[in-house]
């Protein structure tokens, strides 16, 4: 559904024509193919794996890569504007999307040589394979550094042992990027990134997560067991793995944080289109100021929320630092997300309640969005760290 405010061309910034295609072009493709899905693949906890099919043939699934490696050779704010408008639709296409892109394929692109360029970015950014990020474990979430899986290296392959836990597309990726301890004295310096294939010895799947919302998005444990991995699937060197983890946060905050924006601008656009229709006190719902001065705060703040995530990506394109926008962006917009849903279901009262409606939905969508990639508190303390102490 589109309205009517700014929120598609916000003062100060305009879209490119280049922009503005892929949202029509994304807009087109969710509303029209993922929106009417949306509550089954949610109710039955199913992965929508025609929906990750048509992102890769519509050329999606390698947005901002050049095209030498399947990419489509876009900028960050396409992206952030894809990942809205599938967010807005269907939150599991979102983030199925954003793991895929930016916390696996984007990390390739970054660390990786031209052979595991070749080998690992192309296939996934032409959506023959899928990605999945794999930094948490049970012991450890925030503190990322504390991770024990271990990598030992011995000879030209690396033999890993442990567990990786809150894996978004689980069992349905083909390509994961594990990040696992050589040295557990050296904390986070003893870390490598690696890239393991589905399929390799002694890697199987744990307990696959019952979850309060994106339900349709695989999430699950991953074992390993004496794995052997080969030393060319390490991004980086030994010791990089820390960064490589940071670094690829930073771009995947842009993305939790889009995906914010479009759950929230999603359950806002169904309040408008209810608030017209629904007849209380003898006027429609929309001409209660108490139902005004709600819908013009949502708007307000998904709109400066909005705004935050596109600058964090004008300086990711712009090669400047963007941690700290990045942390900011998602920081706001995931609260936003959880406000505004809170008060959409307000605003159906007993129909908001219900499954009828997809504000539900919405509202147990946005929940992740001050969790994953970081959490709200986190978030405070990567920007406490750029504003604060100068790092
Ligand atoms: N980019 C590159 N390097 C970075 C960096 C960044 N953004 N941030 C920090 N670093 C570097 C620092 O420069 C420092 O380098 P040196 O060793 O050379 O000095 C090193 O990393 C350590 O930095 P800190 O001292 O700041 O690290 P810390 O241990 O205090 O941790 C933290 C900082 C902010 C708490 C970090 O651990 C963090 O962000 N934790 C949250 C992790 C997280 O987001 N987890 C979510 C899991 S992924 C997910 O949700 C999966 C999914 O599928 C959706």
Redesign the pocket.
Known sequence: MITTTLKDQPIGFALTEEQRLIQETVREIAQKEFAPRAAEVDKNHRFPRENFELLAASDLCGMFFPEEYGGAGLDHVCYAIAVEELAKACATTS?LY??HVS?TAAPVYSWGNEEQKKNFLAPMARGEKLG??A??EPGS?????AARCKAILKGDHFIVNGVKN????GIEADYYLVIAQTDSAL???GLVALMIEKGSPGFTFGKLEDKLGIRGSS?CQIIFEDTPVPVSNMLGGIGDG??V???T??G??IG?ASQAVGIAQGALDHSYKYAKERVAFGVTLNQLQAIQFMMVEMQTEIDAARLLTYQASVAQDRGQPF?QEAAMAKLYAAEVAMRSTVKCVQIFGGYGYVTDYPVERHMRDAKITE?????SE?QR??IA?RLLKG?
């Open positions: 983030v954003s793991a916390l999945a990020f930094l948490s979430g925030s503190d990322s550094a809150w894996i978004t597309n904390r986070h310096r999430t820390f960064k983890a940071m670094s946060l930073d995947g905050r939790i941690t969790i994953y990639e970081g959490t986190i303390i990567v760290n790092q």
